[in-house]
């Protein structure tokens, strides 16, 4: 049994004393297979594509963290990553249904919708889906799902999430959150109404760039239950060692969090105040238009931050290449910083889209190293 603050759910949900030894931290249940008492009776486990002890503890755990608690409807489903869990929603479409996407989408999820799904009948816009008036525009009546990044990648824009439930409820669509950038730990889209939250646990959860893997989380049980015979029967599940990973890296989700958010604001403080710097993208920024919203559905700003540089192309390319401690890599939301253009990089698949994104915007994804390190960092990269 938990309490219910949130460190001691992510040490403790789902992560009791292994029965057999007394151990403490869950093991690593490296087995395809389980003997059977006699055909079909077994200990609750027969195959690990169905399920495997260690995930269940990281899908206990990651449920628990997103507010749907044992005895609660619905529950979580770990991936093998982040796509995966956007692939197995699409999998609840047929042709004919409609998607909204916000129109600067994390470029992956737009090739998936754009270039995958369209081939099997599926339609899509995408829109400003930071105002409500944004949002219902963008609805048609056919439309089945309305995805939500809050923040958005890679321009940190903030959607209001119970807003955007109350139009997909209308609309009787499903509301999806894409979670990744602001973790449970900085909001939880299900207590505001989302029917499905998303993540890519290869980022934040996981946190230390050394795994890859997805989940979803609703607390809608039939929702649940149908995800759960995707997850079976198409396979996009996680390795037993990759789950531990996870569920180690979210036991300092917290810790973590906390020193994301005070490096990110001092550093989006520092390149706001830097005439070298054009424009920077962040919702801890008071002048930020998400501000407002983002201090209404979140506990925390995170640790992305987007700017683009006085100097243009020229200027970003140099700063991308001159930095030391931010590693020019994509990905984000690892213990290390980084720093990628997303038009050359993480969101090339948009290019020439109405979701292109501008081809000098430098994005950073802000560590825990000391944050007077990172910001000399930065001051000298930019020249």
């Not at 056919?142 to 999430?161: A, M, Q, S, Y």
Request: glycine share 10%; charged share 20%; hydrophobic share 40%.
């Amino acid at each position: 049994m938990t309490e219910d603050q949130f460190e001691t759910i992510a040490i403790h949900a789902g992560q009791e004393p292994d029965p057999t030894t007394g151990a403490a931290v869950v093991p690593i249940y490296a087995t395809s297979t389980y003997v059977q008492e006699a055909p079909g009776v077994h200990k609750g486990y027969e195959y690990s594509r169905t399920d495997n002890p260690t995930r269940t503890a990281l899908q206990t755990q990651l449920a628990a963290l997103e507010g749907v608690g044992e005895g609660d409807d619905g529950g979580c489903v770990a991936t093998s990553s982040g796509l995966a869990a956007t692939a197995m929603i699409g999998y609840l479409l047929g042709p004919g249904d409609h998607i909204v996407l916000p129109n600067d989408a994390y470029g992956g999820t737009f090739r998936l919708v754009a270039s995958v799904l369209t081939e099997h009948g599926i339609e899509w816009t995408a829109g400003d889906l930071s105002s409500v008036d944004g949002i219902a525009s963008a609805v048609r009546p056919n439309t089945k799902l309305i995805w939500v990044e809050t923040p958005t990648n890679p321009l940190l824009r903030v959607i209001d999430i119970a807003e955007a439930a109350r139009v997909a409820e209308e609309s009787g669509a499903w509301l999806v959150v894409d979670n990744t950038f602001a973790t449970p730990y900085l909001q939880q889209p299900l207590s505001l109404g989302a029917d499905m939250v998303v993540h890519s646990s290869t980022k934040y959860l996981g946190g230390h760039s050394d795994t890859v893997g997805g989940a979803i989380v609703t607390n809608d049980g039939e929702l649940y239950e149908r995800l759960r015979f995707l997850q079976n029967a198409t396979g996009p599940v996680p390795g037993p060692f990759d789950a531990y990973l996870v569920l180690r890296g979210v036991k300092t989700l917290a810790v973590r969090m906390e020193r994301h958010n005070h490096n990110a604001g001092m550093i989006a403080r520092f390149l706001e105040d830097d005439p070298r710097v054009a424009h920077v993208w962040y919702p801890g920024l008071p002048d930020d238009p998400g501000h407002a919203t983002a201090r209404t559905q979140m506990s925390g700003f995170g640790g992305m931050i987007s700017f683009t540089p006085s100097g243009g192309l020229d200027a970003a390319e140099s700063i991308a290449a001159r930095t030391r401690l931010f590693f020019l890599a994509e990905s984000l939301g690892g213990v290390e910083s980084l720093v990628e253009m997303p038009a050359a990089m993480t969101h090339l698949s948009v290019e020439g889209t109405d979701l292109e994104v501008p081809p000098d915007l430098v994005r950073l994804s802000v560590g825990i190293e000391h944050v007077d390190d990172l910001l000399s960092d930065l001051d000298r990269a930019l020249g």
